[in-house]
Nanobody, 122 residues
Framework: QVQLVESGGGLVQAGGTLRLSCAVSGRTFSSYGMGWFRQAPGKEREFVATISLSGVSTYYADSVRGRFTISRDNAKNVGYLQMKSLMPEDTAAYYC???????????????WGRGTQVTVSS
């Protein structure tokens, strides 16, 4: 069993920065691809970013490319999502997920955290 716990969310003004963390326990973190997704009220969960098992390959949604950076520290069993130039439309609950490979669709992931709220004020 794998457990994921997100942290680092909060309230920030537009243009601000936040770094989300995803602590992974239960299995070897380097065995899993990791992704970040988000869900705003009344909307479907959407892909944000993904990173390969080794951390070499990353991929982003068009809406965040150039503003968000996904990374991981396999030695510490932690994944990160660095977010800058935040906009009100980035407001959502953010979830990290782990699966056998990096992927852009939620069904590819086996394990999910409970989410952390990010609110961007205008």
């Amino acid at each position: 069993q794998v457990q994921l716990v997100e942290s680092g969310g909060g309230l920030v003004q537009a243009g601000g920065t936040l770094r989300l963390s995803c602590a992974v326990s239960g299995r070897t973190f380097s065995s899993y691809g990791m992704g970040w997704f988000r869900q705003a009220p009344g909307k479907e969960r959407e892909f944000v970013a993904t990173i390969s098992l080794s951390g070499v390959s990353t991929y982003y949604a068009d809406s965040v490319r150039g503003r968000f950076t996904i990374s991981r520290d396999n030695a510490k069993n932690v994944g990160y999502l660095q977010m800058k130039s935040l906009m009100p439309e980035d407001t959502a609950a953010y979830y990290c997920a782990a699966g056998p490979r990096s992927a852009t669709t939620a069904r590819e992931y086996d394990y999910w955290g409970r989410g952390t709220q990010v609110t961007v004020s205008s």
